[in-house]
């Protein structure tokens, strides 16, 4: 009797970062357990010392792997774990809030294999209803880049021509994004001066600088779930330290693609906008702590990255 032959690597790893994020990851496990082509994937869940219910899902999901960090190290460093740990020619980043449908991932996989010229591949992301929730956009320039930082967030996507088979996109979202793992490791993975916010971004800017394309396939779809996604605690102390890791972020990006001076000067700009705020919230008396704690983190150049007490 000639013995069995051993599996090969799965073709695509899915890999999602959680943090107390139970009932969206068992909705996201739950669709990923129900895809077509199961057997040619591996799931890999890295938890940032969730203390919800997400531990306990690895009896749920026993052909899910689960890596617990003992606290949270921020998006950046917890993907880098997953990506090292990852088996697959593919690495498919998937937010906990994204439910794929059947063909999601074996359809991009087929789509990313098929297309020699692109380092990655998304889906349309939709709402529950169907309707496209609008989550690509052009790589930030100087301007994007300061808009951003003192808004707080990326700002509403562009229109989409759905009726297109495929469009070549600059920065779709980093909650379902398939990208080649050779490419990402050539990167030596997503650069650790990144916290919690902007290493999707960059590595989408590192793509399309290595003259590589970045496809969406408007007819593949996931539906996201809004108003869901990694719960922070509502502390006024760990969202000014949130707010200070994405300007830091805005800040390494900017160092990276325009030079140092770009850089410094977004750390600059936010740290003297910072101080403003924290003395009219001084003089107002009206959430001084928080005001004055992001200060405090800008100055300091602090990000998320497991450092932090209470995370």
């Not at 799965?10 to 077509?36: D, F, H, K, T, W």
């Not at 705020?277 to 983190?297: E, I, K």
Request: charged share 25%.
């Amino acid at each position: 009797m000639e013995p069995e032959e051993s599996p090969g690597p799965p073709q695509v790893s899915v890999l999602i970062v959680s943090y107390n994020s139970a009932e969206p990851l068992r909705r996201c496990l739950g669709a990923l357990e129900s895809s077509a082509e199961r057997e040619k994937f591996e799931v890999l869940v890295v938890d940032c010392g969730s203390v919800d219910e997400s531990p306990g899902l690895d009896s749920e999901f026993p052909n899910a792997t689960f890596l617990r960090l003992p606290r949270n190290f921020g998006f950046t460093k917890a993907a880098n774990i997953g990506m090292r740990t990852a088996k697959g020619e593919f690495i498919f980043f998937l937010d906990p809030v994204v439910e794929v449908l059947p063909e999601t991932v074996s359809s991009l996989a087929a789509r990313l294999e098929g297309e020699p010229g692109a380092v990655a591949v998304c889906p349309l992301l939709v709402s529950p209803e169907g309707e496209s929730v609008g989550e690509v956009r052009k790589l930030p320039d100087r301007e994007g880049i300061a808009a951003a930082w003192r808004e707080g967030n990326w700002g509403s996507g562009g229109e989409l021509d759905l009726s297109a088979e495929r469009l070549s996109v600059g920065f779709p979202s980093f909650a379902a994004l398939m990208v080649r793992s050779y490419f990402l490791r050539g990167l030596r993975y997503i650069d650790e001066r990144y916290g919690e916010s902007w290493g999707g971004v960059d590595i989408c800017f590192q793509i399309l600088r290595a003259s590589r394309k970045i496809l969406l396939f408007p007819g593949i779809r996931a539906v996201r779930h809004a108003g869901e996604g990694r719960s922070f605690p509502a502390e006024a102390g760990v969202q000014a330290l949130l707010s200070a890791d994405w300007v830091m972020g805005a800040a390494t990006y900017a160092a990276k693609r325009y030079g140092f001076a770009a850089g410094l000067k977004v750390r600059l700009a936010a740290v003297c906008s910072a101080l403003g705020q924290a003395l009219l919230a001084l003089v107002r008396f009206r959430d001084v702590g928080y005001h004055f704690s992001r200060f405090s983190h800008l100055l300091g150049g602090h990000k998320l990255d497991g450092t932090q007490r209470g995370l």
